[in-house]
């Protein structure tokens, strides 16, 4: 069988220590993970089970990367949060066997076109303009292995601290967000799953530098142009 135009190149993230690189098939999303954004965005945390959204494997951005600015917004926002690395699949998976697909993880930056999303919202229409657009998963190296990181996660702009949660005030746990997923898609290797903000989400401006960090991953930091 030939193909009719030449095939997409595989998007692919950088892996810590090696020139290796983990090859990305699909981007899911969680939505309101942790209590106090789940609050900020005016929620209950206690009255809904993780919900998920998308974003297409190509915007995955490497760390270090600049990028422009977005097109059809004027309010770009960074969105701090772990991001899981999937080396397996499965459905209807339990919590205890979850875990085992994990290849590693990533400090990563989901960044949104914050007013197209609260216009969407308010016209009950989907989120995927606000969420899917070029260059909005930006992603530090692949630290590999399935024990679930502990500690802190921050966002900086310029060197400011806009974000400042712990890991283990996420609403939903690691195997948790991986076995409510199965349940709706059957996962495969290469899936990304990006696990939820901090509160504190805010904007980036043109020219600014925005960096995520995690206790013992690399950073992600991106220049918004």
Partial sequence: ????????????????????????????????????????????????????????????????????????????????????????????????????????????????????QAAAKAARRPWDMSKGFDHSAVLGALRQGSAVPQGRIRCLVDGVVTQDADLAEMIWPVAGIIAHLSQFVELKAGDLIFTGTPAGVGPIGRGQLCEVQIDGLAPATVRVG
């Fill in 1 to 116: 069988m030939a193909l009719v135009i030449a095939a997409p190149a595989c998007p692919t993230v950088a892996v810590a220590g090696s020139s290796d690189r983990f090859p990305v098939r699909r981007i899911f999303c969680v939505g309101r993970n942790y209590a106090e954004h789940t609050r900020e965005m005016g929620g209950d945390p206690n009255a809904e089970p993780p919900f998920f959204f998308t974003k297409p494997a190509d915007a995955v951005v490497d760390s270090g990367a600049a990028i422009p600015y977005p097109a059809a917004t004027e309010d770009l926002h960074h969105e701090a949060e772990l991001v899981v690395a999937l080396g397996a699949g499965g459905a209807f998976l339990s919590q205890d066997a979850a875990l085992a697909l994990v290849w590693g993880y990533a400090a990563g930056n989901d960044l949104t076109r914050r007013d197209l």
